[in-house]
């Protein structure tokens, strides 16, 4: 087992599992949109065609984990509240998603439990600050 010293020298994005882990992720998260009735508020908000953001979303969370920044270097000056600010995100959407992505992360079950709650946690908080009212 690591030391903690040799867990927070490791990046995020590698005790996930790398960008092969993010992308199981990202599958199960639209799966879910797509297959489970609880989560059709939010995916009504989403295109029709989910294959971009399932191509996007890994590489967004590979670099914002520690990862390579592709996702920087092809969207120069964006973040994801930029890009989500003309939604109209309310708190059962920003719920729904999060939810979403818990799931979607267990589910891929990581093998570094600690970062996989982590990583819940924090893209559940940054979904539930993007309600508005």
Known sequence: ?????????????????????LRRITDRFYDLMDDDPAYAALRAMHAADLAPMRASLPSFL???S???????????????MSMHAPLAID???????????RRAIADA??????????????LSQMALGMAKG
Do not use: H, V, Y
């Open 62 to 64: 590979a670099g914002w």
């Open 1 to 21: 087992m690591a030391t903690q010293a040799e867990t927070t020298a490791i990046s995020p994005f590698d005790r996930i599992g790398g960008i092969a882990a």
């Open 109 to 122: 079950a990581p093998a570094d439990l600690d970062i996989a709650a982590a990583l819940a946690d924090t």
């Open 66 to 80: 520690g990862g390579p920044r592709d996702w920087w270097e092809a969207n120069p000056g964006k973040c994801m």
């Open 91 to 101: 708190r059962e959407t920003a719920r729904q998603w999060a939810e979403a992505m």
